[in-house]
C-alpha cells in the first residue's frame, strides 16, 4: 500500500497521516540507535581512561614505595639494557660523631650589623652570626662563576686555556656596563682572550661584563648559565642561596654569609682559582693593569678571595688565609655581608672573625686511629666485607662542636657486581654535617673482595649495610 495520496492541484505532493507517522517512528530509532552507540563508545573511553589512570597511579605508587625503602640494589633489569647500574642503600646506622673535644667554642664577637660566618677547608662552616637570612650578595656571585667555569674548562697549572674570539656584542655589552657605572674591563671587537685572562678579570677587578662572557661560553645562554649554577646550589647543599645572574647586579641573586663561606673554601680548593683570587694586579690588554677591588689582601696572611658592592648589598666580603694546625695547613675563610660603610669595614670584621676563630681551633679524629666504620653484606652471596675510610678521619674543628655522619651508598655498575667486587672499590660516601650545615665528604671504600654475582642472578640484587660504629 503505497504511504502517500497524490493531489491533483498546483502545489506540491502531500505525504498521508499514516505515511508521515511511520516515518517519524523511523527517525526516532534512528536516533535511538546512534544514541547508544555514542554511549558504547563514550563507556570504552571512560574504561580506557581509569584504566590509564590507574597504571599510572600503580606505577608511581610502586616507585614512591621503592624510593622510600631502598633495600633493594636494583630492580630486575632486561638482560639486554645498556648503561644500567645499581644504587648501594643507605647505611642503617646514622653514625654520630659527638662532641669533637671537650669544652666550649671560642667567643667570637660577631657585628652588630649584617651577617657574617666562619669556616674551615675541609670542615664546612663553625660558626655564624645569629642572623642568618638570604640578603643580596653583589659579587660574591662571581664565585659561582669562576667555580663553574673552571669545573667546565678546567686548567692546569700556568696554561692559559682555550682561546675566546670576542664580538661586537661584547664590545656594546661592555659600552652598557660602562653607562650603567657597573664594575667592567673594556672589551674590542676581534680581540682574543684566554680563558685565564677571561677568570682574571672576573675575579680581580670583578668585571660584571666578564661574568655575562663565560657564563654563556658554558651554558649557551644566561638563562641556561643561571639554571646551572641553582642546580650547583642545591647539589652543595647551599639551602639559603639563589642566583638571578651570573654577576651579582641584580638585587635578587642572594645568599648568607654560611653558604658563601663554605662554597669559597671548595672554590680555594682549586689551584687555579686561588691563584687568581690571591693576584693583587694583572697586566691586561686594551684596559693596561687591573687591580684587586679586596682591600683585606695581604693583611695578616689574607691570600683572597673576593669583594663586592652595591647599593642594595652594602659591602661584602670573603676572605681566606693558612692557619697550622697540629702541624697541618688549614685554611680558613670569614665571610661578611650588609656592611653600610663599605669594603673597607668589611675587611676588618673579617679579619676580626679570623682571628677569634683561629684562637682555638685543632685538630679532630672523632674516630681516633680506626678506619672501619661498617660491613657490607650482598644480597648475591652469603659474603660480608668490611667498609672503612681511606684513612683515620682528621679535620679542623672546636670544642663542643657536634658533627654527624650520614652514610649515603654508590652507584655500582653491572660489570662491577658480575666481576665482583674488589678491595679499594668505592661503595657508599660519609656525608659530614655539623650545626651549622654541610661540612665535608669522604669516601668509604670496601676493605676486601666480593665474590661475583652467579650468573642469572643480577636480576634479584639486593644488598645491605649493617652494624655502623659512631
Not at 666562619?118 to 663553625?126: D, Q
Not at 681566606?320 to 702541624?327: F, K, N, Q, R
Not at 661498617?374 to 657536634?402: C, D, H, N
Not at 655498575?413 to 667486587?421: Q, W
Amino acid at each position: 500500500m503505497p504511504d502517500q495520496t497524490t493531489y491533483r492541484g498546483a502545489g506540491p505532493s502531500r505525504p498521508s497521516p499514516a505515511g508521515e507517522l511511520a516515518r517519524h517512528l523511523e527517525a526516532r530509532r534512528r536516533q535511538e540507535r546512534a544514541l547508544r552507540r555514542a554511549q558504547a563508545r563514550e563507556g570504552r573511553r571512560r574504561k580506557a581512561a581509569f584504566g590509564a589512570l590507574a597504571l599510572v597511579t600503580a606505577v608511581a605508587l610502586g616507585l614512591s614505595f621503592a624510593g622510600r625503602g631502598q633495600r633493594a640494589l636494583a630492580n630486575r633489569p632486561s638482560p639486554a639494557r645498556r648503561g644500567w647500574s645499581v644504587a648501594a642503600p643507605l647505611l642503617r646506622a646514622t653514625p654520630l660523631l659527638g662532641a669533637v673535644t671537650a669544652g666550649r667554642p671560642p667567643s667570637i664577637g660577631f657585628p652588630k650589623m649584617g651577617e657574617s660566618a666562619v669556616a674551615f677547608g675541609g670542615s664546612g662552616v663553625v660558626a655564624e652570626s645569629a642572623r642568618q637570612k638570604p640578603v643580596p650578595i653583589a659579587s660574591l656571585t662571581k664565585i659561582m662563576t669562576a667555580y663553574l667555569v673552571l669545573k667546565a674548562h678546567p686548567l692546569v697549572g700556568d696554561e692559559p686555556g682555550p682561546t675566546l674570539r670576542l664580538t661586537a656584542a661584547d664590545h656594546q655589552a661592555w659600552i652598557v656596563a660602562s653607562e650603567r657605572g657597573n664594575s667592567n674591563v673594556e672589551i674590542v671587537r676581534g680581540e682574543r682572550l684566554t680563558e685565564r685572562q677571561l677568570l682574571e678579570a672576573l675575579l680581580i677587578p670583578s668585571a660584571d661584563n666578564v661574568a655575562d662572557i663565560l657564563g654563556r661560553w658554558v651554558s649557551g645562554s644566561d638563562k641556561a648559565f643561571v639554571s646551572l649554577m641553582n642546580q650547583t646550589a642545591r647539589q652543595l647543599g647551599l639551602a639559603h642561596t639563589h642566583y638571578a645572574d651570573d654577576s651579582g647586579v641584580s638585587q635578587h641573586s642572594v645568599s648568607t654569609p654560611a653558604d658563601q663561606a663554605y662554597l669559597a673554601s671548595i672554590a680555594m680548593e682549586n689551584p687555579v682559582f686561588r691563584s687568581i683570587v690571591a693576584l693583587p694586579e694583572v697586566a691586561f690588554p686594551v684596559m693596561g693593569y687591573i687591580w684587586n677591588y679586596n682591600p683585606a689582601l695581604g693583611l695578616d696572611g689574607i691570600i683572597g678571595v673576593k669583594s663586592g658592592f652595591t647599593p642594595q648589598a652594602a659591602g661584602c666580603l670573603v676572605t681566606a688565609a693558612w692557619h697550622l694546625v697540629g702541624g697541618r695547613k688549614v685554611l680558613e675563610v670569614a665571610a661578611v655581608t650588609g656592611q653600610r660603610f663599605g669594603l673597607w669595614q668589611a675587611a676588618q670584621v673579617d679579619e676580626a672573625l679570623m682571628k677569634a676563630a683561629s684562637a682555638d681551633v685543632r685538630l679532630v679524629a672523632p674516630f681516633g686511629s680506626r678506619r672501619l666504620i661498617g660491613r657490607l653484606i650482598a644480597g648475591w652471596t652469603r659474603q660480608s666485607a668490611p667498609v672503612g675510610l681511606a684513612s683515620a678521619l682528621r679535620f679542623a674543628g672546636w670544642g663542643g662542636l657536634r658533627y654527624r655522619g650520614r652514610i649515603v651508598g654508590a652507584a655500582l655498575d653491572r660489570r662491577e657486581i658480575a666481576r665482583g667486587l674488589r678491595p679499594g672499590d668505592q661503595v657508599a660516601t660519609l656525608v659530614v654535617s655539623d650545626q651549622f650545615g654541610p661540612a665535608f665528604s669522604v669516601p668509604l671504600l670496601l676493605e676486601k673482595a666480593l665474590r661475583p654475582a652467579p650468573p642469572g642472578s643480577l636480576g634479584r640484587l639486593s644488598g645491605r649495610v649493617v652494624r655502623v660504629a659512631g
